[in-house]
Nanobody, 120 residues
Framework: QVQLVESGGGLVQPGGSLRLSCAASGSIVSINTMGWYRQAPGKERELVARIRRSGSTDYADSVKGRFSISRDDAKNTVYLQMNSLRPDDTAVYYC??????????????WGQGTLVTVSS
């Protein structure tokens, strides 16, 4: 019904940058909040950043000043620009999108995850 496709993960050295993308497609009427979460080995999934339809944003304290979330509503896509990456940013990053479908259902949809590894 609604699919999310994530891209942009990979291996980067400490201090480097990566840009994640997440594109939504399917039976979409509108999209509300779009966000990125991450889960490191042995840890719980945590919010990294989210952006509302209004454009207001929230960030985890650990990424403030280094990461930036943005969205392109024409493309149903959310981005996460990650700068000054650190080894403790290593995790699987998941996109989450709040979607109103053509069935007038409000769904929270998760992406498949993309691995980000920060290592020298």
């Amino acid at each position: 019904q609604v699919q999310l496709v994530e891209s942009g993960g990979g291996l980067v050295q400490p201090g480097g940058s990566l840009r994640l993308s997440c594109a939504a497609s399917g039976s979409i009427v509108s999209i509300n909040t779009m966000g990125w979460y991450r889960q490191a080995p042995g840890k719980e999934r945590e919010l990294v950043a989210r952006i509302r339809r209004s454009g207001s944003t929230d960030y985890a304290d650990s990424v403030k000043g280094r990461f930036s979330i943005s969205r392109d509503d024409a493309k149903n896509t959310v981005y996460l620009q990650m700068n000054s990456l650190r080894p403790d940013d290593t995790a699987v990053y998941y996109c989450n999108v709040g979607v109103l479908t053509t069935r007038l259902e409000y769904l929270g949809v998760w992406g498949q995850g993309t691995l980000v590894t920060v290592s020298s």
